[in-house]
C-alpha cells in the first residue's frame, strides 16, 4: 500500500546513496526505503511509533533505523537534499 508520506522514486534515487550498505551491515530485513517510508509516516501523521500501520516494518524497527540514523547526522543530509529538489 502506498502513503502519501512515501518516497518517490525520483526522492530515492536522490537520497539511496546516504545508506549505503557499508552504514548498516548486509543482514537486512527490510528494505532501506521501507524503513524511510515508516519515518516519514510518522514525522508527517505525528502518530506515536507504536501506531506505525503494519504494512511497514515493526515500529521498533523503524525507530531504531531513526535513530541510528539521527545520530549519525543523516537525516540533516537527507532532507537538505530533498528541500533543494523540491
Known amino acids: 500500500m502506498r502513503y502519501q508520506s512515501d518516497l518517490t522514486d525520483n526522492q530515492w ?3 539511496k ?5 557499508g552504514n548498516y551491515g548486509n543482514r537486512r530485513k527490510h ?3 521501507e524503513l524511510i517510508n515508516g519515518v ?11 501506531m506505525l500501520p503494519k504494512d511497514f516494518p ?15 547526522g543523516i537525516w540533516e543530509k537527507v532532507m537538505s537534499e530533498l528541500e533543494k529538489r523540491d
Not at 546513496?17 to 550498505?21: A, G, K, L, N, P
Not at 516519514?40 to 507504536?50: A, E, I, L, S
Open 13 to 15: 534515487k536522490l537520497i
Open 17 to 21: 546513496d546516504y545508506f549505503s550498505v
Open 31 to 33: 528494505s532501506v526505503r
Open 40 to 50: 516519514f509516516y510518522v514525522v508527517k501523521n505525528g502518530c506515536q511509533w507504536r
Open 58 to 72: 515493526p515500529y521498533s524497527t523503524v525507530h531504531t533505523f531513526y535513530r541510528r540514523c539521527r545520530l549519525r
